[in-house]
Nanobody, 132 residues
Framework: QVQLVESGGGLVQPGGSLRLSCVAS????????IGWFRQAPGKEREGVSC????????YYADSVAGRFTISRDNAKNTVYLQMNSLKPEDTGLYYC?????????????????????????WGSGTLVTVSS
């Protein structure tokens, strides 16, 4: 049984920063993909950033590349999303999600994160609002 608990969301002005945290339990130690998705009201869910535990590969959506950084602390079973230079379009409910049996290579990481394929475990979300 996998549990994912997000935290760190809030209200921030454009140009500001937030760091989201996802504490995971029940994941395989050495082989999983975990990352972040977001969804604004009335809009489709989109992948933001993911990281592979096996090789450390990362994926970033084009819209956040250069502004967001994903990282993990294995000792704390936690993955982080550092969000800088936030824009109003970054507003949404941010979900942590994981794939316990990921494929091998960046192609599959991109499928996981770009499309949500194989991401069977989801947290309940943390709300990020970017507004002046």
């Amino acid at each position: 049984q996998v549990q994912l608990v997000e935290s760190g969301g809030g209200l921030v002005q454009p140009g500001g920063s937030l760091r989201l945290s996802c504490v995971a339990s029940g994941l395989p130690l050495d082989n999983y993909v975990i990352g972040w998705f977001r969804q604004a009201p009335g809009k489709e869910r989109e992948g933001v950033s993911c990281i592979s535990s096996s090789d450390g590969r990362t994926y970033y959506a084009d819209s956040v590349a250069g502004r967001f950084t994903i990282s993990r602390d294995n000792a704390k079973n936690t993955v982080y999303l550092q969000m800088n230079s936030l824009k109003p379009e970054d507003t949404g409910l941010y979900y942590c999600a994981a794939d316990q049996v990921p494929g091998t290579g960046y192609y599959y990481l991109a499928l996981n994160c770009g499309y949500g394929y194989g991401m069977d475990d989801w947290g309940s979300g943390t709300l990020v609002t970017v507004s002046s």
